[in-house]
């Protein structure tokens, strides 16, 4: 190899290096996004941030949840390749700015609604909430609902309910009745089916979740809270993240939740500390504790940023 292509190579490698470090100091890139169809007129958005529903009726669309701030020219896009109807509402599952960070541009054309502590945890910005966007600007959501409310556009409703807490204090299960569909937000994680051979069979039931104490999440509620979407009826659900899902594994994740918390409860009973508490949620339920520093939020690192609320509450 020639001096000058070496020279050549040392350039290319310099100017990816700095192109890498100015892209990591400033904002993320959006990431791309797809639309494929749920069932009926409606769709779901997906490839960065939480799952987005997207509602065609004849006098407009209905959105649950828009993703990142950097997502909110592709979710038009996308929605725009469906349909020619105005976008109308947008239903934010909770507060987290990958579901509800798009809110700011969507207040100028559409109406935002948010469960009154989802709107009330905004105001707060508690830490850790914008963990992957510091310093974007935040939309307030202009209308609130306590337990219920109902969006009526063509025909068609949309119905966000309040079951309690969870993931956060203001979780909103959105309920599509004509279609029997539910968007749970990050109330439900779908589980994408393991490849065979990094399956792990001898782990035990458990869920990936993450408890927001912050923003007033509760593992004891959690079950409760799904309890309470299951009252409704359907067969289809949009997770927080994740590929659609059925019933069942709604009904899977429930289970595989309170078998975990029974054991961690139970191991607190015996008298373990917060630090086998730790160890086990990365050992056998695959949370992220190793490497985390205690703060600033930092991604992959927020469940055992909040483990000391954890360790109080099944402390209890
Ligand atoms: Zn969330």
């Known amino acids: 190899m020639s001096r000058t292509s070496l020279v050549w190579i040392f350039v290319a490698i310099l100017v990816v290096h700095v192109t890498w470090v100015v892209s990591t100091q400033t904002a993320k890139p959006a990431g791309p996004l797809r639309i494929a169809k749920v069932k009926g007129d409606l769709y779901m958005i997906s490839g960065e941030g939480g799952n987005v529903a997207v509602y065609v009726t004849a006098e407009g669309v209905v959105l649950v949840d828009d993703m990142f701030d950097r997502n909110h020219a592709d979710i038009l896009t996308q929605v725009k390749s469906v349909t020619d109807k105005p976008l109308k509402y947008v239903v934010n599952t909770h507060q987290h700015d990958d579901h509800a960070g798009g809110d700011f541009k969507m207040l100028p054309i559409a109406e935002v609604i948010a469960h009154k502590n989802a709107r009330a945890n905004l105001v707060d910005i508690k830490q850790p909430y914008y963990e992957d966007t510091p310093g974007t600007p935040i939309g307030l959501p202009r209308v609130t609902f306590s337990d219920e409310a109902s969006v009526f556009l063509g025909g068609k409703e949309v119905r966000a309910k309040y079951f309690g807490r969870g993931h956060t204090s203001g979780d909103a299960v959105v309920y599509f009745p004509d279609l029997k569909v539910v968007h749970t937000g990050d109330l439900f994680l779908a589980r994408r089916p393991a490849p065979a051979a990094a399956a792990a069979p001898s782990r035990p039931a458990g869920v990936n979740i993450y408890v927001d104490y912050a923003q007033g999440g509760s593992f004891f509620e959690w079950t409760k809270t799904l309890d309470g979407a299951l009252t409704l009826d359907f067969d289809t659900v949009i997770p927080g993240h994740g590929p659609v899902s059925t ?31 730790v160890h086990t949620l990365e050992a056998d339920y695959g949370w992220r504790a190793t490497g985390c520093p205690p703060s600033p939020p930092t991604p992959g690192c927020l469940q055992y940023q909040q483990s000391d609320a954890l360790f109080a509450e099944l402390k209890r």
């Open 247 to 277: 019933r069942q594994d709604l009904t899977a994740f429930r289970a595989d939740l309170e078998t975990m918390r029974s054991r961690l409860a139970g191991m607190v009973k015996q008298g373990k500390s917060k630090n086998d508490i």
